[in-house]
């Protein structure tokens, strides 16, 4: 097959299409998806779906590994999560039923290599009545059969390529739209697969706005046309049509001249032509597909009196009759490629978006009703198939509590209204974030990332109290001077966003004729419509968080209700994460404190030391280093106390304290050890400590080594053998008054190098930490540098790299230098 470039991203992506679509057709599911880890590992990312587009999902793109959610907990324990229908999913994952409150059944099972390494997990959901049993136990064991193969080529495939098995929030997930019934085909290509030729008709060109005389016939130009989704699909339909397979399969291609994310549907199919002989190439032939299942169908449909709809899976229109488009008062070029949603303000409550996800994720019929301005009163009927959904919509009554007239927005609401996804979703995906931030920096980013997109807003502001005046500590959007008037203003001035948190009571403001009429003076900028909410903790004000749209704005009740609840969400939060950044920073001056400011020159013997904080929790904890200069030689100490808090951090002090009292009174490594074991017992600290300490002159080619449950030094000889120094470890310090330590004699000539650390530099989670200090010592041996701070650098080059650090690294290089250090 030419044409398509296979790099290992494109390989790994069509192997993941296939799985998901494996797992879906090889039980009674009718949807499917792959979530993998993230670079830090603190989240699983959506990678590949089938039966269901990413945008139905909503907020589960992006979730963190520790979240009660079953795609997450198959990841973060690596076992199966079996869910047969409803009512189990409400028992045991109450979260995911009060967000996702549909009649379905669920099995997630973990994505991991042969030797116990996870990368994600698997799931697939099925519709499910109630009492329902679910998967069988051999369609389970098949489901794990297709993880376990996934898993073992991802290893593979990672070792190959050097492409990391992990995926980023923001990368377009692999999509495998189901198998459609036949339609109407307009517009052409044909690409033989054999020259890597492909040619397209007039029709085509015209819908996709390309040129048929300035066409250069790549497949990769018509690749870079298709919805990202779409890419991995495409190249699974050439390879099928290669192989001599015929493949029925819709794809996307950008629609020409939109210059936005419209997509007209192109059907795929392999054929080898007529008369060509045996072995002639085989051809991929693509159609844009028409609205509608034929010209004789498409008629009888239209002269029906009842309105009809077609619906794709993520609820944009495909197809809409004229009566349906009467009833609904649009025209098809206004609808068509939409959702109704998006377009129709009186259907933009968040209540028509669920019937349709319900519909879609249940796959059972639904029905609603809803009023059209002036009085007119509409029943939907949604009757869904994994490949979308078909409509009808008819008039009817109104409902006997409306009255007279249907509740509808006021005639200065906009011509649109922002899509949501429903109101209880962003409720627990912003609270369930919020326990997830820290930091007051991660507690804005969560609010900017969850209440901009769920409201339609596009500008955001946090303006928190310090001296009893307002101060910006975060601003989102693209107008640079969004509300800067209201830095430094008193508590007490007549503004918004003071008042609001004054009298406690949110403000939402529809227009700048409003905020002028309320505000005489007050700067208005490019904003049209605001929101104030005050941020109250504990009867104290925090601040106000403002949001901004560019469009006058529609609030209503649902809306001020919703956002009045999240101000007290934010509020505590907010007040939490600055209780954090507060504690943090004297913990951070602490933990400075306690580490040596700099270390002594030592003849003959060089040293350098390095020390990263952990990036979770306190971020101090109890890892130590110390190098004590004695008459002929040093000292090296390295240590960890468990846990991250300021009790580790002081024990940790205490312990540097009793190392350096035994080592100048000179008594012998193993004395030293024990000496500190005691001191740590009689603190009464239930805090326990690893520790190694060396004993190094300077004139001599050996030392004298004892460790206490510590990972064991590396030493690099001259010659570049790198080896863990296989020392008698004696029992972890706090455990045993008793407790003895064996010294252990090391070889030290001039030139080589001994590297102390602590676990944090080795251990992952689900690793042995035996792999971990093997990765370390074959990096020490290759390490190429031209200093011992540059050799440091390098040791902890993958761990300054991480985004999220479980535990705190201490590191210490040592090296024997055959001449005193230069001044």
């Given amino acids: 097959m030419r044409g398509l470039p296979a790099d ?54 992006l979730i963190a590994a520790s979240s009660p959610i079953p795609v997450a907990v198959a990841y973060a324990s690596g076992r199966t999560v079996h869910l047969a229908n409803a009512e189990e999913t409400v028992r045991r994952y109450p979260q995911l039923a009060v967000a996702l409150p549909y009649a379905f059944g669920s099995c997630s099972v973990p994505v991991r290599a042969g030797g116990g390494e996870l990368f994600g997990s698997l799931a697939i959901v099925w519709p499910a009545s109630p009492g329902s049993e679910g998967l069988s136990k051999a369609q389970r064991r098949q489901l794990r059969n297709v993880a376990c193969r996934l898993g073992a080529f991802l290893a593979e495939h990672s070792t190959r390529t050097g492409v990391p098995v992990e995926c980023e929030p923001g990368t377009p997930a692999v999509e495998v739209p189901p198998h459609s019934a036949a339609a109407v085909r307009v517009g052409l290509f044909d690409w033989n697969l054999g020259s890597g030729i492909l040619d397209v008709d007039d029709a085509f060109c015209a819908i996709f706005g390309l040129d048929p005389g300035a066409f250069d016939g790549r497949p990769e130009t018509l690749a870079s ?89 993520d609820g944009r229109v495909t197809y809409v009759n004229r009566r349906a488009l009467r009833l609904l008062d649009v025209s098809a070029d206004e609808v068509i490629g939409h959702c109704l949603w998006d377009v129709l303000p009186w259907l933009s409550d968040p209540s028509v978006e669920y019937r349709h996800r319900s519909a879609m994720i249940s796959q059972a019929p639904s029905s609603f009703l809803m009023g059209r301005p002036p009085d007119q009163w509409l029943a939907f009927f949604l009757h869904p198939q994994p490949d979308g959904v078909t409509g009808r919509v008819v008039p009817t009554a109104p409902p006997p509590s409306a009255g007279t007239a249907p509740a509808l927005p006021p005639a200065s609401a906009p011509a649109t209204a922002p899509a949501r996804l429903g109101a209880m979703y962003h409720v627990l995906q912003l ?202 030689g040093v000292r090296l100490v390295i240590g960890d106390v468990e846990g991250h808090s300021i009790a580790a951090a002081a024990t940790m002090a205490q312990l540097r304290s009793a190392v350096r009292a035994f080592a100048a009174a000179d008594h012998a490594p ?41 990972p064991a030094p590396l030493l690099r000889l001259p010659d570049g053998t790198t080896t863990a120094l296989g020392l008698d470890v004696g029992t972890v310090l706090g455990v045993d008054h008793a407790s003895v330590y064996v010294p252990t004699r090391i070889a030290f000539p001039p030139g080589a190098v001994l590297v102390l650390y602590t676990d944090g530099l080795v251990e992952k989670p689900g690793t042995d930490i035996g792999v971990g200090i093997d990765r370390l010592r074959v990096s020490l041996a290759h390490a190429l540098a031209d200093s011992l701070d540059e ?17 705190d690294i201490a590191l210490l290089v040592t090296e024997h230098s055959s001449s005193p250090p230069a001044p």
């Avoid at 080898?272 to 032939?285: I, K, S």
């Fill in 225 to 313: 046309c298709l919805h990202p989704g779409d890419r991995a699909a495409f190249r699974a339909c050439a390879r099928e049509a290669g192989g001599g397979g015929i493949t029925a399969r819709r794809l996307r291609v950008r629609k020409g001249g939109d210059g936005g994310d419209r997509y007209r549907p192109v059907e795929l199919w392999g054929r080898v032509p007529e008369g060509d002989g045996v072995g002639a190439a085989a051809h991929l032939v693509g159609a844009v597909v028409d609205a509608g299942a034929g010209v004789a169908a498409v008629a009888a449909v239209e002269r029906l009196r009842d309105g009809l709809f077609s619906l794709a899976p």
């Fill in 670 to 710: 193993g004395d030293v050890m024990s000496g500190v074991n005691r001191t740590l017992i009689d603190l009464d600290s239930d805090l326990l400590a690893s520790c190694c300490y060396i004993q190094l002159e300077a004139h001599r080619e050996y030392g004298c080594a004892v460790t206490a449950g510590h």
């Fill in 791 to 807: 050799l440091a650098d390098r040791l902890l080059h993958h761990a300054r790299g991480s985004a999220y650090r479980a535990d």
């Fill in 431 to 632: 609270s369930s974030a919020l326990t997830e931030a820290v930091t007051t920096h991660q507690v804005c980013e969560v609010v900017s990332d969850q209440l901009l997109p769920a409201f339609g807003g596009q500008q955001m502001a946090i303006y928190v109290v310090r001296n009893n005046a307002m101060h910006l500590l975060h601003h989102t959007g693209h107008h640079e001077t969004f509300l800067d008037w209201l830095e430094g203003f008193p508590l007490h001035a007549r503004m918004p966003g003071t008042e609001t948190l004054t009298s406690g009571a949110p403000l939402f403001i529809e227009s700048q004729r409003d905020l002028v009429r309320g505000y005489p003076g007050i700067p208005t900028g490019e904003v049209n419509s605001w929101v104030y909410l005050p941020l109250i903790a504990s009867g104290r004000p925090v601040g106000t968080c403002v949001l901004g749209f560019d469009a006058p704005h529609h609030f209503t009740e649902k809306d001020r209700g919703i956002l009045t609840a999240l101000a007290g969400l934010i509020a505590q939060a907010l007040e939490r994460a600055r209780l954090y950044d507060s504690e943090f920073a004297v913990a951070h001056g602490l933990q400075q404190a306690l580490l040596p400011h700099r270390l002594p020159r030592v003849p003959g013997i060089r040293t350098v030391a390095r020390y990263l904080p952990a990036t979770s929790g306190m971020d101090i904890g109890g890892d130590w280093y110390d190098v004590i200069p004695t008459g002929s």
């Fill in 8 to 61: 290992g991203v494109a390989e790994r992506e069509d192997v993941l299409a296939a799985a998901v679509v494996e797992a879906v057709q090889g039980t009674s599911a009718y949807a499917g998806s792959i979530f993998l880890r993230s670079r830090d590992r603190r989240s699983i990312v959506l990678a590949a779906t089938f039966g269901v587009p990413p945008s139905l999902l909503g907020g589960w793109r």
